[in-house]
């Protein structure tokens, strides 16, 4: 397939308008917040609104047809995206499966820690780990099948499909989700690592 510029153009500004309104989200909910809590809280309001906006509008499409036929106003999104993995056209049921546990429970998980983080909830770190490892592991079932089978529904030719979107879009969900978890490992440790040097200092 052949790129359509102007529905490129539409994606990544819609990718865009979502950063911008995380910013600006951030700024206004979570002042209080030192630089580092506020970058993850940019995170997760992108998250958020990715899981409960885009993600939610596929599976829906997926569910009562396919992307490639639908005329949802996400659908030329989405078909854009399908020239890099067209199982997203077709309603994969593996992708179709992901998607909708992603629309489910990890967009509202992400609202949770949006709350969490603002209100200081000692339950921030607990569940944060479990929204990282569902979405390792949403990544993981998404791509190794494929990879297992040969990549055939991959567009690994096109520099743009291949680098930006399979590549950089979807590093973003393995990437900072890793760095949560080592974040929730630090938080949940501290204590006891405090005790430890509390003790070798008597």
Same mark, same amino acid.
């Given at each position: *397939? ?15 308008? !979502? ?8 700024? +206004?909910?979570?002042?209080? $917040? ?9 995170? +997760?309001?992108?998250?958020? !609104?990715?899981?409960?906006? #885009? ?21 030329? $999104? ?23 546990? =992603? ?9 949770? #820690?949006?709350?969490? *983080?603002?209100?200081?909830?000692? +339950? ?9 490892? *569902?979405?390792? +592991?949403?990544?993981? #079932?998404?791509?190794? /099948? ?11 030719? @096109?520099?743009?499909? @291949? ?15 890793? $760095? ?8 949940? =440790?501290? /204590? ?11």
């Amino acid at each position: *397939m052949s790129t359509d510029w102007a529905v490129l153009g539409l994606s990544l500004s819609f990718v865009a308008l !979502l950063v911008i309104v995380s910013i600006f989200a951030a700024k +206004y909910f979570g002042p209080h $917040l030192p630089f580092l809590e506020k970058a993850i809280f940019v995170w +997760y309001c992108y998250d958020a !609104l990715t899981h409960l906006t #885009m993600e939610a509008c596929f599976a829906w499409m997926s569910i009562v047809g396919q992307v490639a036929t639908s005329d949802n106003f996400m659908a030329p $999104l989405w078909r854009e995206y399908g020239n890099a993995d067209s199982r997203w056209l077709y309603s994969d049921p593996t992708i179709v499966s992901i998607e909708l546990i =992603t629309a489910a429970v990890a967009g509202p998980l992400c609202v949770l #820690m949006l709350y969490a *983080m603002t209100t200081k909830k000692r +339950y921030r770190h607990f569940w944060q780990i479990v929204l990282c490892t *569902m979405e390792l +592991y949403g990544g993981y #079932m998404t791509f190794c /099948p494929e990879w297992l089978t040969g990549s055939k529904a991959l567009n690994t030719e @096109n520099p743009l499909y @291949n680098i930006v979107y399979l590549w950089f879009f979807n590093g973003l969900w393995v990437v900072i989700p890793l $760095l949560l978890l080592y974040q929730s490992y630090l938080a949940l =440790t501290a /204590p006891s690592r405090i005790r430890g040097i509390s003790k070798k200092k008597r």
